[in-house]
């Protein structure tokens, strides 16, 4: 019998090791998406104790203490930071199979060199260990990255941020590379009026810029891209239900700003064609200005509106959707292929029925140009476990070229989480060395040693110009 979470840990074949530890298992990290919190990183924070790193604004955790029973007080109310650690404890036990298990038993092992299975029983001494060093120098936020071998991390942030915090961790000279991604999720949001137009009045302050009218509008936005690019962003991210790709006129959407900007109600209509508008814009720029854009799709967010009054969003009642995403995928890249004008593009699917789909439409527009120019994107969210990842691999090695994915990325609020990339390149070894061994590959270790680091960390690298 295999022992739990030992070094040979989901690497099922000799091949599958040797591939990991002499070829995967020391490279650098690239987190190319990432939702870590920059202002952390430039105070360079200590954690006062594990549960303020492990489970503050973890949904995931949430969810799972939820579903074994525990009170909403000891996931985001006001019980003590140990008291909600005793509650997760308490359920880790219950979450056998769940990719939790895994994470957190790896987390332990990698950043505090604790081997222990996590119960009641041993909580409190894991957590005053844990705590101990987690308020040490060492265990600065800065040194969980140097840890674990991290060189580039891309932040999630709004057009609307002055990104202060980023330019104080250049100017601090930090080593790892911490940049910004532009989110405009906000700047198409018009299904609300009222919203909108408080996000309006954000952009024209920080852009300077007064708003009457659509072209105001997109001078401000593209400000704000501009002052993104000026500060290291070379990555944009939308996360959508689905893309939006409805023909429109310039006379059409500037009315439409009109009527929203007056405070009134859209149809469903007028919102479709905003939206298509406003990502084309957007595309446009990215590819002006060699950006890699991404588009995470398939959430259906929200789904608890009693919890949600309470709670707010992001906090754990958001699930998979099922959108219907070829066709109108299929037509938004094509609007920006036929002028030439399509960036390197990365899709990422919540939904797994999608899989194949999404790695399929790659193909239709991976022209020759740029190796990998159209990435499927890495097992995302519900979907970043081990059975994902396989599908996900699986998917894109039947349609397209595994050889060339940009790999694994954290999509993560925490500065443990980086233990996911090694657990993404156990997967991936065990994969290779299986069918080495079945003799379904050629035992060709120099070559597959090569892809295996390629899809680990090269590819990203020179796909990012990293």
């Not at 590819?287 to 709670?311: C, D, I, P, T």
Request: glycine residues 6%; hydrophobic residues 35%.
């Amino acid at each position: 019998m295999k022992k739990f979470l030992d070094e040979h840990f989901l690497l099922g074949t000799e091949t599958a090791k040797y591939l990991f530890h002499e070829f995967a298992g020391h490279l650098p990290v690239i987190d190319y998406h990432c939702h870590l919190p920059p202002d952390q990183i430039a105070a360079d924070i200590n954690f006062q104790n594990l549960t303020q790193a492990w489970l503050y604004g973890d949904h995931y955790k949430w969810r799972a203490m939820r579903a074994n029973g525990v009170d909403e007080s000891y996931c985001t109310g006001m019980k003590n930071d140990f008291e909600k650690f005793e509650k997760w404890a308490e359920t880790v036990p219950y979450t056998l199979r769940n990719p939790l298990f895994h994470w957190t038993h790896l987390e332990l092992q990698r950043y505090f060199d604790t081997h222990e299975i996590i119960n009641p029983q041993n909580a409190k001494r894991i957590y005053d260990e844990c705590s101990e060093k987690l308020r040490s120098p060492g265990y600065s936020v800065k040194n969980l990255l140097r840890k674990m071998k991290v060189q580039v991390v891309c932040t999630t942030d709004d057009p609307a941020d002055t990104l202060s915090y980023h330019q104080k961790i250049k100017q601090d000279q930090f080593e790892i590379k911490i940049l910004p991604t532009f989110r405009p999720d906000k700047a198409m949001s018009v299904d609300d009026a009222n919203g909108f137009n408080q996000y309006i009045n954000k952009i024209e302050a920080v852009s300077n810029i007064s708003i009457s009218n659509y072209n105001d509008y997109l001078l401000a936005l593209k400000q704000r891209h501009d002052f993104f690019s000026a500060n290291g962003c070379v990555v944009s991210d939308h996360g959508l239900e689905h893309l939006y790709a409805e023909e429109y006129t310039d006379g059409e959407i500037k009315s439409i700003f009109q009527k929203i900007r007056s405070g009134n109600e859209l149809s469903y209509e007028e919102k479709n064609k905003f939206k298509s508008a406003i990502l084309i814009e957007l595309a446009i720029w990215d590819w002006e200005k060699k950006w890699v854009q991404q588009f995470h799709l398939g959430a259906l967010r929200n789904n608890n509106s009693r919890l949600l009054k309470n709670l707010g969003p992001d906090t754990g009642w958001d699930s998979i959707g099922d959108f219907s995403q070829g066709k109108i995928l299929s037509r938004f890249l094509d609007t920006l292929d036929k002028t030439n004008q399509l960036a390197k593009t990365i899709l990422y699917n919540l939904n797994p029925s999608d899989n194949a789909l999404m790695a399929a439409m790659i193909g239709n527009f991976n022209d020759g140009s740029v190796a990998g120019k159209i990435q499927y994107g890495s097992a995302w969210w519900f979907l970043d476990q081990k059975d994902g990842m396989e599908k996900q691999i699986n998917a894109l090695s039947n349609m397209g070229l595994l050889s060339r994915f940009v790999g694994m990325l954290t999509d993560s609020r925490s500065f443990l989480s980086y233990p996911r990339h090694e657990y993404f390149r156990r997967v991936l070894c065990n994969i290779f060395g299986n069918e080495i061994e079945n003799g379904e590959l050629p035992n060709d270790i120099t070559w597959t040693g090569k892809v295996i680091q390629d899809i680990c960390y090269y590819n990203a690298k020179n796909y990012f110009n990293w």
